[in-house]
């Protein structure tokens, strides 16, 4: 078997891995489309629709379809806890998806109720090499995360847009198991884009609101 065929195995042994671990009820709730009812809130929903996109950035071309497995090993996951939560012990899982196209452009929603967040990004294969990320080694897929960046989901609005979360990354003269090393996260404004996801594959939600998330503090490390 080649070191490429290898490499894929284990990656995929590791996905096996971490959506088991993952499928719980909380999860499931997070990741799945609310049904609009009677509940008390905007519209009758308890949980409210965050969609937010993400782009790899790598050596100036953003990269293909960031939620699925790369045959390189690649693939991003979230966490997502109550803003003063610890994170050391949350666990990854794959955000929900607005439709399979989009999601391949790194389109992903999160179903939550009204409070304050944070969501942190982890990638296989990947290093967030900024103050504050952590970064695990292994002979198999090294993991890396970045630092958290914050966000509020409202009580007044169905659906909300927090932003384009972009990595700007390169590929690392490292160990073969590290394919991407991100040194630096902007948050940036699609909102004329959101809509046309919105429209297309959230319209039961109603009018989008945006509430831009904010991006870590954390300087980059040098």
């Given at each position: 078997m080649?070191?490429e ?14 959506s088991?671990?993952?499928?719980d ?12 009812g009677?509940t008390?809130g905007?519209g ?23 939620w699925?497995?790369?045959?390189s090993g690649?693939?991003?996951?979230t ?23 989009s999601?391949?452009?790194g ?11 944070q ?6 294969a ?9 970064y ?21 609005a ?13 590929q690392?003269?490292?160990p073969?198991a ?31 609101q945006?509430?831009?998330a904010s ?7 040098r």
């Amino acid at each position: 078997m080649s070191n490429e065929r290898t490499w894929l195995a284990l990656a995929l042994a590791l996905v096996a891995v971490l959506s088991g671990g993952c499928a719980d009820h909380g999860v499931k709730q997070m990741t799945t489309k609310p049904k609009l009812g009677t509940t008390e809130g905007a519209g009758g929903l308890e949980r409210r629709v965050v969609l937010f996109r993400v782009e790899l950035d790598v050596d100036g071309e953003p990269m293909d379809e960031p939620w699925t497995l790369h045959w390189s090993g690649l693939r991003l996951f979230t966490i997502v806890a109550p803003q003063d939560a610890r994170l050391s012990s949350q666990r990854s899982f794959l955000p929900g998806r607005p439709s399979a196209a989009s999601s391949d452009e790194g389109w992903a929603f999160l179903a939550l109720p009204p409070g304050a967040y944070q969501l942190v990004f982890e990638g296989m294969a990947i290093r967030f090499a900024t103050a504050g990320a952590q970064y695990i080694t292994s002979e198999s897929v090294p993991i890396g995360r970045s630092p958290p960046s914050m966000f509020a989901v409202p009580s007044d609005a169905n659906l909300i847009y927090i932003g384009t979360f972009t990595f700007a990354c390169h590929q690392p003269n490292g160990p073969d198991a590290l394919k991407l090393e991100c040194n630096s996260l902007e948050i940036r404004d699609e909102a004329q884009r959101a809509r046309q996801v919105a429209q297309t594959s959230l319209a039961q939600y109603g009018a989008m609101q945006e509430a831009l998330a904010s991006a870590p503090q954390a300087k980059l490390a040098r």
